[in-house]
């Protein structure tokens, strides 16, 4: 990969993650940071690549009812605040633990978000951003191929 394309390339890349840190923080999902903190950008020889935790899927998707780790949602009721003690937080825990196994993650009877969605976090960021980042990478490409037929001309 040229030189050129890989910059833009790597620049595509961190403005997506600013921006699916904020779409994130929009829809009300920040608890302990951890999803925020495991978007990544690595490149790669034939383009880049963006890596999140395994559960941001399952914020971008929804899944059906599974019953969760109760030591994870124990850490996200600490994280949120929600209890002043540990037995309060233990029957938080079992409580939304019970309601993921009936109804899945998220059900609409939670109501919207705080910027009004639910669901598609991933897909909304890529989807209002893939013409701009299209673009940038084409022009990039083009002035990569340019440089590399001028190189070829002096030869």
Known sequence: MNTGLKIVLKQ????????????????????????????????????????????????????????????????????????????EKKSIARAVAKRISEEGLPHPSRGLSNNGYRLGFINRVLGSNARHIAKRVQQAALQDIMVDIKKLKKN
């Open 12 to 87: 595509a890349g961190r403005d997506l993650v600013k921006k699916l840190r904020a779409e994130l923080k929009a829809q009300g999902y920040f608890a302990s940071g951890n999803i925020d903190k495991s978007f990544k950008v690595r490149m790669k020889s034939d383009g880049m690549e963006i890596l999140a935790a395994s559960y941001a899927k399952t914020l971008n998707y929804g899944s059906k009812p599974f019953y969760p780790n109760l030591d994870a949602i124990e850490k996200w009721v600490d994280a949120k605040g929600f209890a002043g003690n540990p037995d």
